[in-house]
């Protein structure tokens, strides 16, 4: 379990029944090879003057208004000299700036995430948790849950219950459901579909409430594979990005974290006699009296040596002054800020667009924005994941339907003489210069725009990010920190691609392969929902 269980589960049963089960990606042909890439220089050329819209005023996003609750908002710009933002280059660097926090934490730790597995990444951080707790700190975790089902993890979460800490999304005996299914006559849902929006954001804040806070937003889970545990195993050593703060903007993230917490605690106490949070404290009262129990986990020793290794880490980290603004994104509640934000960037850029997303359906609106860019002479460069490195491959293979639809603006004579174009590349975790495949699938979500502004968070370009899942994302100016996020993008994620051809997109649009064929239309079938 990856993304999506329940769909994943579906998707792999199909493969095996169609004979195509992913293992390992393709490799490149001896021409894709050939096809290095180069970081284009922007010298030369004049920056806008011209305001940029994601950090005007919050009217002019829409829904911005208040509405249920007094919820509905969009977070206010904080000044360059008020915020103090670092790239995580990858998720062991990332692990070690994180494990940092925790351990230097006087106050308070809040995170947030899909997937908190019950590995050896994920009980290192557990185990610090319960010390954090044990030492008077108000400790708390919010999970989703359907993506955590696994027999360890969820022993995890009961030993961070039994221990004090709160973690929102999970009940033990696998009692999750209690929380996330409407119960007539008691608690009638007001949305139907509100089983179907999960909780797809990433927020690890430490003393959020002090001046001396710090935190992480990103793309990355807490697990193995996002903090690239294990090298020897391709599959599970993945390419994420995050940002580490300081700063005035983690206000907004504490408010982030601290509605969704009492969005859980509101869902519990509707139901009356089923608030199971009174129910542990009377379990907890118990066993403070007899004894907690004892649980005990399967590990691997080299594994476990190599994230205690990971821990000692002193990733060097170049922060900068940055304009920023904090979005949190939740469409059960009608908001779409980070998707307006993400047309805001792209309709002010002039010279250059850089996206890396992992999971790429894109809308009808934004495959118009990328061609409003290219026609006004800007360069577009989109990269995201290929079937055999998505842990979902039949989302890439639906992906591919509109890259036909993309490139074709590449081929009008307005375009030509503008002199913007469009690309698109293909993650395959195989470097244009070795001769295997060294990482699993890229699960960043950034994207840089001039090299001026960029944005890193949890959003996908596709619908269930815009339509389903609760997001968050920050957006920054930065010069410093832009440019070097393109080198990143252009020295490293590039350098493990290829390049999408418009006889590939043909043939991605009106595949000729049966089985390809059958999981693309499969796919199709689920695409609201990917």
């Not at 968050?472 to 350098?495: G, K, M, R, W």
Request: net charge negative.
């Amino acid at each position: 379990m990856k993304k999506y269980q329940r769909l994943s589960i579906v998707f792999s049963v199909v493969a095996v029944l169609l004979g195509c089960v992913h293992k390992n990606v393709v490799s490149p042909t001896a021409q894709q090879l050939d096809n290095k890439p180069s970081m284009s220089p922007l010298q030369g050329l004049s920056k806008s003057s011209r305001p940029v819209p994601v950090f005007g005023p919050s009217q002019e996003f829409a829904g911005s208004l208040p509405g249920e609750a007094g919820q509905r908002s969009v977070f206010d710009v904080h000044g360059p000299n008020s915020n103090r933002i670092a790239l995580l280059k990858n998720g062991d660097e990332s692990f070690a700036a994180r494990v940092r926090m925790l351990e230097g934490a006087q106050k308070s730790i809040r995170i947030q995430a899909l997937i908190f597995s019950g590995d050896e990444a994920g009980l290192h951080i557990a185990e610090i948790l319960k010390k954090k707790k044990a030492g008077g700190l108000d400790v708390r975790v919010i999970v989703d849950a359907a993506a955590n089902l696994g027999w360890q993890t969820q022993w995890m979460y009961f030993d961070l219950k039994q221990h004090g800490i709160e973690v929102q999304g999970y009940e033990s005996l696998y009692l999750e459901w209690i929380n996330e299914v409407p119960i007539p006559f008691l608690s009638p849902a007001k949305d139907p579909e509100a089983p179907n929006h999960r909780y797809h954001e990433k927020m690890w804040i430490v003393d959020g409430e002090t001046e001396h806070g710090e935190a992480v937003v990103g793309g990355l889970n807490i697990a193995n594979e996002y903090f690239r545990v294990d090298a020897s195993d391709p599959g599970h050593f993945w390419r994420d990005q995050d940002v580490i703060v300081k700063g005035s903007i983690i206000a907004d993230m504490v408010t982030a974290f601290d509605r969704n917490y009492d969005h859980f605690l509101e869902i519990k106490e509707s139901r009356g006699g089923l608030n199971t949070d009174s129910y542990w404290q009377s379990t907890r009262e118990f066993l403070d009296k007899f004894g907690k129990l004892t649980v005990s986990y399967t590990t691997r020793a080299d594994l476990v040596a190599r994230v205690n290794s990971m821990a000692r880490m002193k990733p060097a980290l170049n922060y900068a002054n940055a304009r920023s603004r904090f979005f949190h994104n939740r469409p059960r509640l009608g908001e779409s800020y980070i998707e307006q934000a993400y047309r805001k960037l792209i309709d002010h850029a002039e010279r250059e667009i850089i996206i890396c997303n992992a999971y790429l359906i894109p809308s009808s609106e934004l495959i118009d924005a990328i061609r409003d860019a290219v026609l006004r002479g800007v360069r577009v460069i989109i990269l995201t994941n290929s079937p055999e490195t998505n842990d979902l491959p039949e989302l890439t293979m639906v992906g591919r339907s509109y890259y036909k639809k993309i490139l074709a603006v590449n081929e009008d004579e307005p375009a030509k003489k503008s002199g913007g174009d469009v690309q698109i590349w293909e993650w395959c975790g195989w470097r244009y210069d070795q001769a295997h495949q060294t990482e699993g699938t890229i699960h960043a979500k950034y994207a840089v725009f001039d090299r001026r502004y960029s944005l890193v968070g949890s959003y996908n370009l596709d619908p269930r990010s815009e339509k389903l899942n609760s997001e968050t994302a920050v957006v920054f100016e930065s010069d410093i920190l832009s440019a070097e996020l393109a080198v990143i993008f252009y020295e490293n994620d590039l350098a493990y691609s290829r390049q999408v051809t418009h006889e590939d997109a043909k043939e991605f649009s009106e595949p000729t392969d049966v089985l390809y064929r059958l999981r693309k239309e499969f796919g199709d079938l689920f695409e609201p929902l990917l």
